[in-house]
């Protein structure tokens, strides 16, 4: 009976926190909308943390590919942009980039409010549940601290089902 209430809290949880997320990501946009019409306000200073936090809550990079141009005799120059970095400036290329990862970010938590009413999305969470705890530490989730304790959840949950039925 507890795991069914545990269960309950880690949904309405989860469906709280990404749903606060989505409106803040949505309120952020129409203030970055109206700053387009308005170049001349101070939305980048004010709202940069912000920003930089919804984006790193999305699961972003803090590097994104900027632009590239041809360098002649076959070369490529790209040039990249640090959001922590590049955030404040006036640029309305950089302004359109951040702009596109806000309304990918928006995409992001609407897919995870969703995600949170698919039963498989649950199923696939209990089989990879070592690989979900250890990644919300901020370990990668390729590294081989969580593939070694995957192998080991995979025998061990098994075994204890079997041990217990016994």
């Not at 803090?62 to 490529?76: A, V």
């Not at 530490?137 to 217990?164: D, F, R």
Request: some cysteine; proline content about 4%; charged content about 20%.
């Amino acid at each position: 009976m507890y795991l069914i209430y545990l269960f309950a809290a880690v949904v309405c949880m989860r469906l709280i926190r990404n749903s606060l997320y989505f409106l803040s990501v949505c309120r952020i946009l129409r203030k970055h909308e109206k700053w387009f019409q308005d170049p001349g306000s101070n939305y980048t200073e004010d709202f940069s943390p912000a920003i930089i936090r919804i984006l790193s809550r999305a699961s972003f990079d803090e590097i994104i590919p900027f632009q590239s141009e041809t360098g002649g005799y076959g070369y490529y120059s790209a040039e990249e942009m640090r959001i922590k970095r590049d955030i404040s400036h006036k640029d309305m290329k950089v302004q359109g980039i951040i702009h596109n990862e806000l309304v990918s970010a928006r995409g992001v938590f609407l897919n995870r409010i969703i995600e949170n009413f698919n039963p498989m999305y649950w199923i696939e969470s209990v089989v990879f549940l070592p690989r979900c705890i250890l990644s919300c530490t901020g370990l990668h989730p390729e590294s081989e601290v969580i593939k070694l304790s995957q192998v080991i959840w995979w025998i061990a949950g098994p075994l204890v089902l079997v041990m217990n039925a016994i």
